[in-house]
């Protein structure tokens, strides 16, 4: 074989830096989760997302579990929360950060559904699509494209996940809703975020609502959760759902189960109570009632 020299050496040389630095490149970006507390970017479109995550120590090949954090916007510390579940269950944590600047109420609470405005948004705008672009996310690093997954909120991201429910369940084994300030009851006659009034028809038939309730969903209530707080939703049509959100998950949980009685729908909603525990996501997360509500019967 001829010798290289001069351009042919140089061009040999760079063509190696490239390809070792796209090999590197390459093997960064399938890099799994690191074990142990970490905080990773996520691509989301225009608007990336900053996720906490936790892979336990004795992490094997255990499912996702995405936390969606409260109003306070403190994703790390419900990632700390999860801990404890993460190390009592083996799963792997990622809790996203939906930040008030770019995701206030109706991009939060309502996930993006409706703007500030009324107007309804093309679904790829909703915030509820962010889930499954974490999922791909973490399957991608993890190389597990079959990883399943569970979804986990309190409070504000109660709420956002009770909404998530209903238009955009996605693969969700399960989808955890604890502790939720205001709920999307099955009627038409309740505005939305709080039922399907004034949205279209594509977005409030029943069709909808029958999918709505046979998805994958639990409540999560503490029987203390009794007090309003600075943050409680004292609006009158939050009101109407009762007078604290113990009420107002026990209503919610009551008119669907009886709307599906009814009409004879598939019914896939549970309730699980947890005894003396208010507003506290991390008393939520501990408590030995979680087990039930993550990884229970099906409803």
């Given at each position: ?18 390809t070792t630095f796209a090999f590197a490149v390459a093997v960064a970006k399938a890099a ?268």
């Amino acid at each position: 074989m001829a010798e290289l020299t001069g351009w042919g050496l140089r061009s040999a040389r760079k063509i190696l830096c490239l390809t070792t630095f796209a090999f590197a490149v390459a093997v960064a970006k399938a890099a799994p989760l690191p074990v142990g507390s970490a905080r990773i970017e996520c691509p989301n479109g225009a608007e990336p997302l900053t996720l906490f995550t936790y892979k336990p120590p004795t992490y094997r090949e255990g499912p996702l579990l995405i936390v969606c954090h409260g109003v306070g916007r403190n994703a790390e510390d419900y990632r700390n929360f999860a801990i404890t579940l993460a190390e009592r269950f083996k799963l792997l944590v990622v809790a996203p950060l939906f930040d008030k600047e770019r995701f206030p109420t109706w991009r939060y609470q309502r996930g993006g559904l409706v703007d500030a405005e009324g107007r309804v948004r093309p679904a790829a705008d909703w915030t509820y699509a962010a889930i499954p672009r974490i999922v791909e996310r973490v399957r991608e690093l993890e190389a597990r494209p079959q990883l399943p997954y569970y979804l986990i909120g309190h409070s504000a991201g109660g709420q956002f996940l009770v909404r998530l429910a209903a238009f955009l369940p996605g693969e969700a084994t399960r989808i955890v809703a604890a502790n939720p300030g205001s709920h999307l009851f099955p009627v038409r006659d309740q505005d939305f975020g709080y039922g399907f009034g004034g949205l279209p028809g594509e977005l409030s038939s029943d069709d909808v609502i029958r999918r709505f309730l046979a998805a994958p969903l639990t409540f999560y209530l503490g029987t203390g959760d009794v007090r309003p707080e600075p943050s409680f939703d004292d609006s009158p049509a939050a009101m109407r759902q009762g007078a604290h959100r113990l009420e107002r998950g026990r209503n919610c949980f009551a008119a669907a189960e009886a709307l599906a009685r009814e009409k004879g729908w598939k019914f896939g909603w549970r309730k699980v109570e947890t005894p003396g525990i208010g507003h506290e996501a991390a008393f939520m997360f501990a408590a030995s009632e979680v087990e039930d509500a993550l990884f229970g019967p099906k409803g």
